[in-house]
């Protein structure tokens, strides 16, 4: 991590004929100096930004740089996008004064310091994380795709590598709007076009920088580069806390959309709602109240915008198993109450919102409060929060606690190593010559500079021909060879297409002949049935009476399905056969027990749709003239058996009295 601190030396940011003057000091996390300086202007302040790439920016008044929001927005747009800019001496809302809050890391100065003291202070309690986040507002970015060099003047080889550029700069320009397309971010586009391609193209995209650097990467190749600038318009700041505060989302989408949000304690909840949200308001008002770390819907399967906007964050989306009902709502609204949050809901979206983020909550509840206890109990020094987002992230309880274990380790061999830097802060206040001083230290630096400046020199040659050759892979056609391989690929793909939209069309006529036989085919049944000649049979589904149609003095049912509820044909109207697709001889056994007649597989339905059938009239009559007999006869047989059956039984009774009269009379 690199740290630039900034005091001002002399002038105003008021006045143009005296221009402010700042001193500036750049240290690592290892309290190294890396740069330090008297007097630089505001544009050797971006520059020195951008040749260390510093992580954050500390100053004890940030209205030094410029008089009011809109012009620091302005200027907060040229730092870097990674750069947090910290105001050291305001917490909470309230202004400190600078060596008080020096001495909170262990910086105990006397006099008033000088403004290279100053920066140096500003850079370590920045380091530190001290005072308030100040950061730019705006709801707009610009991406700028243009030419990375000039193609020279003259010549057919500068001809070809300007065509080359030109087609770059619009394969890539599809690129960007095909990835703000998927994410649905609207933008307005302004094209300066060329022979064969554009020479160059500005988005301006209508989200957040942080949200269009997760579609769109800055590049910087051989042809082309991408630019990704921020549009700020003022500037606020961040309390700490509540910026890096987890909390969980709850949204309901709809005409109207309800967002609730609760933090992984369960002490706070807000709830808004709105009709004029889009992505971005909710995005926006989300992290002005904390990090949404779990996205949560109450409706399964999960709505679409819901999706887009923890796809958009690149957030897990909890979906319930089932969508919640009314009562399920009041329920986890009622739980949250008892536990004695306070929660004011003026609508039906914030209530849905709210259950929603709440049920997210319950499916962690337990590990939550376990991490929460035994972080207790081991009594580590920790963001709770943060050891309980490892639970979200879908670490163990254990593993969660020896993560905690770590960064608690960290902090206490962080703060041991903060006295080396304190020590040397100490031999700057101490030192008498203050202009002998930062001569020494400038002699010193030079040389050591120079060595740097070869190396960074190296390191941005072979990064540069890194990145040409990962941009020329995605993008480039970079001579007449590529541009004709380019060519021929592209009629390739177009015969491919042709090939394919051939198959379709077939496909197509395939289906249209099959359209066109079955509707001649359902003409004919429509004749043969107007005429007599064929019958149309309904598909019974429940054994109702209404579903079987009468021939002669006979019922029919046709059944399509294998499984027949036999206490449902005491309610169908005897004589009765049943037209079976399948059957065994036990059903077939059973169904003649039940004086019902069947005629199994025969005889076949011209045409089988789900609610009816289709059959030949006189196969018909004469199958169920069959089944019918084959009943009728089934029936004579069964009541002869039962006769027989009777007839033996008084049989075997009178045997039984002879014999037993015939033993009386013995005995007596």
């Not at 971006?46 to 200027?75: C, S």
């Not at 507002?137 to 060099?149: D, F, L």
Request: charged share 30%; aromatic share 6%.
């Amino acid at each position: 991590m690199k740290v630039m601190g900034i005091d001002i030396v002399r002038g105003s940011p008021l006045s143009q004929s005296n221009p402010p003057l700042y001193a500036v000091v750049v240290i690592d996390e290892n309290l190294d100096i890396l740069y330090e300086s008297i007097e630089v202007p505001l544009k050797g302040l971006i520059r020195i930004a951008w040749e260390f790439r510093v992580d954050r920016i500390g100053m004890d008044n940030i209205f030094e740089l410029a008089p009011t929001k809109k012009y620091l927005g302005k200027i907060f747009e040229l730092f870097p996008s990674n750069t947090l800019v910290y105001q050291v001496t305001l917490e909470s809302e309230r202004y400190i004064d600078l060596l008080k809050q020096a001495e909170k890391i262990g910086i105990s100065v006397v006099s008033k310091p000088k403004p290279l003291q100053t920066a140096y202070i500003c850079a370590m309690l920045a380091l530190n994380n001290v005072g308030t986040v100040v950061r730019g507002v705006g709801t707009r970015t610009k991406i700028i795709v243009s030419r990375a060099r000039s193609p020279g003047s003259g010549g057919s080889r500068a001809s070809i590598f300007a065509r080359g550029m030109r087609t770059a700069i619009l394969r890539a320009v599809k690129e960007i709007r095909k990835r703000l397309d998927e994410a649905q971010i609207l933008y307005d586009i302004i094209l300066k076009r060329g022979r064969g391609g554009l020479e160059s193209a500005v988005l301006v995209a209508y989200a957040d920088i942080a949200t269009i650097k997760k579609f769109v990467k800055p590049f910087h190749g051989s042809d082309i580069r991408v630019l990704v600038k921020p549009e700020f318009t003022t500037i606020e700041f961040v309390d700490k806390e509540q910026a890096k505060r987890p909390v969980i989302v709850g949204i309901d989408p709809g005409i109207e959309t309800g967002v609730a949000i609760v933090d992984l304690s369960l002490k706070q909840c807000y709830t808004f709602s709105s009709r004029e949200f889009d992505k971005l308001s909710i995005i926006n008002k989300v992290y002005a109240i904390g990090t949404p770390v779990l996205i949560a819907t109450d409706k399964n399967p999960s709505p679409g915008t819901v999706e887009k906007i923890a796809s958009i964050l690149g957030l897990q989306l909890y979906v319930p198993q089932r969508s919640l009902t009314v009562e399920d709502k009041e329920e986890l609204i009622n739980w949250a109450l008892k536990r004695g949050i306070a929660i004011e809901i003026k609508t039906t979206h914030e209530r849905d919102a709210l259950a929603a983020a709440l049920r997210a909550y319950k499916a962690f509840e337990k590990k939550l409060i376990e991490v929460e206890r035994k972080i207790a109990e081991l009594g580590l020094d920790v963001d709770v929060d943060d050891i309980k987002l490892q639970i979200l992230k879908g670490k163990t309880v254990n593993e969660a606690i020896e993560y905690a274990i770590e960064e608690h380790l960290k902090n206490i061999y962080y703060s041991n190593d903060t006295s080396a830097g304190i020590a040397f802060f100490r031999n700057i206040t101490d030192t008498t010559n203050y202009s002998e001083r930062i001569k020494l230290l400038e002699e010193r630096l030079s040389e050591l500079i120079k060595e740097r400046e070869l190396l960074k020199k190296r390191i941005t040659e072979l990064e540069s021909r890194l990145q040409d050759l990962e941009f020329e892979k995605k993008f480039e056609i970079k001579n007449a060879i590529d541009i004709e391989i380019a060519r021929d690929r592209t009629v390739n793909e177009l015969k491919e297409q042709l090939k394919k939209l051939r198959s379709y069309i077939s496909a197509l006529e395939d289906k249209l002949r099959a359209y066109e036989e079955e509707r001649k085919s359902i003409s004919n049944f429509l004749k043969g049935i107007a005429n007599g000649e064929l019958l149309l049979v309904p598909v019974a589904k429940d054994m109702e009476p209404h579903e079987a149609i009468r021939i002669g003095d006979v019922n029919i049912v046709l059944v399509s399905k294998s499984f027949i509820e036999l206490d449902k044909l005491k309610k169908l109207e005897r004589p009765l056969v049943l037209i079976l697709n399948e059957c065994t001889n036990e059903m077939t056994y059973k169904l003649l027990e039940l004086e019902v007649g069947v005629l199994c597989r025969k005889p076949q339905p011209l045409a089988l749709f789900d609610d009816m059938a289709i059959f030949n009239k006189n196969e018909v009559i004469e199958a169920v003239t069959r089944a019918y007999n084959e009943l009728v006869e089934y029936m004579r047989k069964k009541r002869e058996r039962e006769s027989l059956d009777l007839k033996r039984i008084r049989e075997i009774v009178e045997d039984y009295r002879r014999n037993l009269h015939r033993e009386m009379v013995q005995k007596s």
